[in-house]
């Protein structure tokens, strides 16, 4: 079945870079956009970044606009979130997910994704 699987998660301090991956299993998603969200602590799961399927656009939220990066290695179906300058509100638990080919949702919306994966904490102490 169709799966996706995040790592790279732990604890880093204030300041300090960390890089997440999510493994595709199953299929190929290299011709799909792919996203990542995040939930902190009594949240609701929020918009962090977006990948076209070239690699070639990307959007981020403005809490993490210059500080995290996203790209892709279509070869290895990978997905990574390369973060810097850490900071302890990203704190949260972070997610992939494959982009749907259609829908009246923004690319911010999770309602626009599929495939979710189980997720990787990230801890950042100050």
């Known amino acids: 079945q169709v799966q996706l699987v995040e790592s790279g998660g732990g604890l880093v301090q204030a300041g300090g870079s960390l890089r997440l991956s999510c493994a595709a299993s199953g299929r190929t998603f290299s011709n799909s956009a792919m996203g990542w969200f995040r939930q902190g602590p009594g949240k609701e799961r929020e918009f962090v970044a977006r990948?076209?399927?070239?690699?070639?656009?990307?959007y981020y939220a403005d809490s993490v606009k210059g500080r995290f990066a996203i790209s892709r290695d279509n070869a290895k179906n990978t997905v990574y979130l390369q973060m810097n300058s850490l900071k302890p509100e990203d704190t949260a638990v972070y997610y992939c997910?494959?982009?749907?080919?259609?829908?009246?949702?923004?690319?911010?919306?999770?309602?626009?994704?599929?495939?979710w994966g189980q997720g990787t904490q990230v801890t950042v102490s100050s």
């Open positions: 990948i076209s399927w070239s690699g070639g656009n990307s």
């Open positions: 997910a494959v982009g749907l080919k259609s829908g009246t949702y923004s690319y911010t919306s999770q309602r626009r994704y599929a495939y």
